[in-house]
């Protein structure tokens, strides 16, 4: 199943709750914008790719930002919507890799929540990264976050808890190959008090984060910082 096609018939539907607190964690990423510098200084427009729910979004319209939130899938941008009453936040039905849908003039991108990964290709991140440069200004930020999946785990390892209550349960199991690991999302979601079973999978890509620091200098970039939190890792870049 391609990533996009995963979201629309599994995760989506649960991926607000899978996230855990809305509030807790934007403000979270709001803290990392902010203490590492990224607040208006140019045309005050940001670009957020992968946008999701709207963690960084909102994280990035509360600072001051005018925010054009592009996500391939309608189920998340209108939990985003509704999350984004008064502030300045412009929704974007299209895929990140079609860049001319949401091309306009912004002092900052951001890629983040894991979204570089679920692309097919390194080539095609390679391909992005470059397109990216050319969109920025003179001074404009690029900011990535993505989860660093070279180190193969094995055995019991490879099954990932995510979060439970007492009407659902998501864990995650994890298939390595060659460059990508299978991720597949199982969902037990009771119903009727009977527990009923959903599986999905997709594939992710194995990227270090030298690997993706080369491929920013390559294009043009000068990485600026490097944060690894919960696992994560976080890369701001500037042009």
């Not at 597949?184 to 527990?195: A, P």
Request: charged letters at 20%; one cysteine or more; proline letters at 3%.
């Amino acid at each position: 199943m391609s990533v996009q096609s995963h979201y629309e018939n599994h995760l989506a539907a649960f991926y607000a709750w899978m996230s855990g607190n809305f509030e807790t964690k934007q403000q979270e990423q709001q803290e990392w914008f902010a203490s590492r510098g990224v607040l208006p200084r140019g045309n005050k427009t940001a670009i957020d790719l992968g946008a999701g729910h709207g963690l960084q979004s909102v994280s990035l319209a509360k600072l001051g930002f005018t925010v054009f939130a592009v996500d391939f899938n309608q189920h998340l941008l209108s939990d985003l919507n509704a999350r984004a009453k008064g502030l300045p936040i412009r929704t974007v039905l299209a895929n990140l890799k079609d860049v001319p849908q949401y091309a306009t003039e912004a002092e900052l991108i951001t890629c983040m929540g894991d979204t570089l990964t679920h692309l097919e290709n390194i080539e095609t991140v390679q391909t992005l990264i470059g397109q990216w440069f050319d969109l920025l200004p003179a001074g404009g930020r690029l900011a990535l976050s993505f989860r660093d999946l070279t180190e193969e785990l094995f055995g019991e390892q490879r099954f990932i808890p995510i979060r439970a209550d007492d009407d659902r349960i998501h864990t995650c199991f994890l298939e390595y190959a060659p460059g990508y690991v299978r991720v597949y999302d199982q969902l037990l979601e009771k119903s009727n008090g009977e527990w009923i079973q959903k599986v999905s999978s997709y594939r992710k890509l194995r990227m270090g984060a030298d690997f993706v620091k080369e491929m920013l200098t390559g294009a043009g970039f000068r990485v600026v910082q490097h944060d690894v939190i919960a696992r994560m890792q976080y890369l701001l870049a500037e042009k």
